[in-house]
């Protein structure tokens, strides 16, 4: 059966390539998204102190080391069974979403704003960030400097952007001084106005993508995100629900004593990526989806006055849930919206600026998960230690594994609308990747492979020959 | 922003590949208390646009595959519209000056100091002819600009 291969996938965070199984009439019957790269963080952990974790744990990624970092220190407060003082859990929150701003406006306006603003079908030599700011400069210098938003307050709270060291197991290492906090105020409002601009570019451009809405994975799943008692936008605490695709609970209070019980995870053959299932509903059909887009179909508030007004425009695209895969871009200019008003709560409430921000405490326990919401979704990290405080298992659910399931259906969906490999044009293959350019997945969780990588797709007959190919770069 | 820009990218866990980060750091060191900034980073982005749009003159500091291992080659950049990947380390510096022009109106003028590496992998010391070489990039670098800075 013929085959295409579109290897690598560009403008994503990693090494990827998708197969396309096409039939004797050209048509696409089946779609694979394999990911072509091993990291093998679970194995280097083993043995090594509980306590490096989190400091090991962030060089996972280039792009949200501060998740990682999140994520692995609430496993340790979990081990060391302590209570994070409340200035330390409010500072950790505001770097997460500062992590959040900056991830998201890297996927918005770096990566995915080509294609939004140039067109699917635009000359892949112009359809890139350079494309982007010859046509839309005052666009491109708003991605730049949200960007730089984000990375500044990280930079400002932990001593550097990349890979910060200030979250550690039982707090924060250092208080928030006065001059760092309104160094910080100080660009929020420039934030808010560039978040208010891009929403509203999007709004009024959505129409030319009717198509790729349509198409772009755009079938009912189940939606995992982190939720709280008041049912808020939460990304730091709280705990994981499942709902189906009209909004209805599937299951609820998932924490770190009992998501092994709810989620499983299946190795493929074909890829490192694991996928991530709903265990009750067995593999592959426990496809649910995770990051901005579950989310924002999972809060009932998002608890910050201007993301609230967009969160009630946005549920308004549809009846229940919000199953496009293409309003992901949607959502995630909805959440930096959030990101930015929350943070300036926090750092506008006077016990920001306690000293009292880490605990301290030995190992109380074997065993401990921590839970965050990273930009591209739930990342749970959970580690068993011996009784001198070595790793002894190290077990990672990262985002991109929960959506595996949905990405793979999601290239289907779009190859069988938009390809015919009887006339292969470099539109469709970029829809193809774009579908997976929606989900934002972080292949590499590291800072070297991301760009505008050659493409090469070879369209091969059934007894594997050359029957066409279509190259760039 | 200061009247000087000096990058060095690489990543410092890659032995040679560190050498633009190690030059940027003695070179701190040898113009301090002059109007240089200087950058240290694993990779080149976009962000970088802004400060390069509003120095005199910037300095790139990177390692080369190519070459015989310690080379050096100084280039005078231009900015130049081509593809690019936002976020790689490949990513080139005479597009960031094209960015820098087209976003903030203004490239300044800019060198691109590279050093051909010989060793790329696991490690955080420098292999001897690099070493050598880097110690003549930054005496050669402190001493232009310092006699660029020293001019009003």
Request: charged share 20%; proline share 5%.
């Amino acid at each position: 059966m013929p085959k295409l291969t579109i290897e690598p996938v560009t403008r994503i965070e990693g090494h990827a390539k998708i197969t396309l199984q096409t039939n004797d009439r050209g048509e696409v019957q089946d779609a694979r998204f394999h990911v072509t790269q091993v990291r093998g963080f679970e194995k280097i952990c083993d043995g090594r102190p509980f306590a490096e974790m989190p400091a090991l744990m962030a060089r996972i990624c280039g792009i949200c080391p501060t998740s990682h970092l999140l994520a692995s220190s609430k496993a340790c407060d979990s081990i060391m069974a302590v209570r994070i003082p409340e200035t330390g859990e409010k500072l950790r929150r505001i770097m997460n979403l500062a992590q959040l701003v900056q991830s998201h406006a890297l996927s918005f306006f770096h990566l995915s704003s080509p294609d939004l603003l140039l067109g699917m079908d635009a000359d892949p030599a112009t359809r890139n960030i350079l494309g982007l700011l010859q046509r839309n400069p005052a666009m491109a210098r708003d991605g730049i400097r949200l960007r730089q938003f984000g990375q500044h307050i990280i930079e400002t709270l932990g001593g550097r952007r990349i890979h910060p060291g200030w979250i550690v197991p039982g707090g924060v290492s250092e208080p928030l001084t006065v001059a760092r906090r309104d160094e910080i105020l100080a660009t929020i409002p420039e934030a808010i106005q560039i978040l208010h601009r891009s929403l509203q570019w999007f709004k009024a451009n959505i129409e030319k993508f009717r198509t790729e809405i349509r198409t772009f994975a755009n079938f009912p799943t189940m939606f995992m995100a982190m939720t709280n008692d008041e049912g808020e936008f939460s990304v730091y605490n709280g705990w994981i629900r499942i709902i189906d695709s009209t909004g209805g609970i599937v299951a609820d209070h998932i924490t770190g004593e009992n998501y092994q019980d709810y989620i499983g995870e299946s190795v493929n053959s074909d890829s490192y990526l694991k996928s991530t299932y709903y265990k009750p509903a067995g593999y592959p059909d426990g496809i649910y989806r995770v990051g901005p887009l579950a989310r924002l179909n999972m809060c009932r508030t998002a608890g910050t006055p201007l993301a609230d007004e967009e969160l009630a425009e946005f549920r308004e695209l549809e009846r229940h849930t919000v199953l496009a895969s293409f309003y992901y871009h949607y959502a995630r200019l909805i959440e930096m919206l959030f990101g930015v008003e929350r943070m300036q709560q926090l750092l506008e409430d006077p016990n920001i600026l306690s000293k009292h921000v880490r605990a301290f405490a030995e190992p109380n326990n074997f065993e401990g998960v921590g839970i965050v919401e990273a930009p591209r979704g739930t990342l749970i990290h959970h580690y068993k230690i011996d009784e001198h405080g070595l790793i002894t298992s190290a077990n990672l659910v990262i985002a991109t594994g929960h959506n595996n399931l949905a990405i793979n259906k999601g290239v289907l969906q779009v190859a069988r609308h938009f390809v015919h490999a009887n006339k292969l044009e470099e539109g469709m293959l970029n829809r193809v990747e774009a579908v997976v350019r929606a989900f934002d997945p972080c292949l590499s969780c590291s800072t070297h492979a991301a760009g505008q990588m050659p493409l090469a797709i070879e369209l091969r007959g059934p007894d594997g020959g050359l029957l066409d190919t279509l190259r760039r770069g | 922003m200061a009247r000087v820009l000096v990058i060095g990218y690489g990543n410092p866990l890659r032995s040679d590949d560190g050498v633009g980060l190690l030059a940027v750091r003695a070179l701190r060191e040898q113009l301090a208390g002059t109007d240089a900034e200087f950058v240290e980073c694993q990779q080149l982005n976009m962000e970088l646009a802004q400060p390069i749009s509003e120095a005199e003159f910037v300095v790139f500091i990177d390692a080369s595959t190519h070459g015989v291992p310690g080379e050096i080659v100084y280039e005078h950049l231009k900015p130049e519209a081509k593809p690019i990947a936002s976020l790689s380390h490949g990513a080139d510096p005479a597009v960031l000056l094209q960015a820098a022009h087209e976003l903030y109106g203004n490239a300044p003028e800019a060198l691109l100091a590279t050093i051909a590496g010989e060793c790329f992998g696991y490690g955080t010391e420098l292999t001897k002819h690099v070493a050598r070489s880097m110690k003549g990039v930054v005496n050669r670098l402190t001493e232009m600009l310092g006699a660029r800075l020293a001019c009003n």
